[in-house]
């Protein structure tokens, strides 16, 4: 798939989180209202139309060696699948991971987005839709990093640089014994 313009539409297939069709300048907007429920039908409405801004989760798209060596990939991978299973419909779009010799790959108070290649600006477009372009949050180790960790409970001290706070999981769990035991 080429790059595309912002006033080409992303895709002619309906997606639960994309309405066919949409352009590339009307995904992921954040200036729109809070989502409401149809109580008649207890579904929510869709705020905005999500997609995914760098397809190949590279500014230079699968054309990039990064992108050449996930094909193969999922060709492999797909060859395996049998084709009546939902499987058949998904595939790697892009990993990041971290240069073996990079300085500060295990320093602490990092986001080590200078020690990162691969799929350097990918994001998930459905948990991730509003930070697909933000300068510095393109990828997972944006979060998931060892920077300090400020619990949004004022009474929880903060988690010092650890490479604990990786885990969104880790943290949790940091609250909740904190404040189970105050």
Known sequence: MPTIKPSDPV????????????TLADCNQT??????LNDA???FSVVTQACQSYEAGTIGGFATDNGMAIQPVNAS???EIP?????????EVGAVWSKADAPGVSKLNSTFQDAL?????LSN???ETFTQTESGQ???????????????????????ASMLNLSHFLMQIYVDTYGAMQ
């Open 11 to 22: 895709s002619a297939t309906a997606t639960p989180f994309y309405a066919a069709n949409t």
């Open 31 to 36: 200036n729109l209202p809070v989502q409401s």
């Open 41 to 43: 039908t207890q579904e």
């Open 77 to 79: 991978a797909l060859s």
């Open 83 to 91: 084709d009546d299973t939902i499987a058949k419909g998904y595939f």
């Open 117 to 121: 290649v691969g799929s350097n600006v």
């Open 125 to 127: 477009p459905v948990i």
């Open 138 to 160: 393109h990828n997972c180790l944006s979060c998931h990093n060892s920077l300090q960790f400020q619990p949004s409970d004022p009474n929880i001290p903060p988690l010092h």
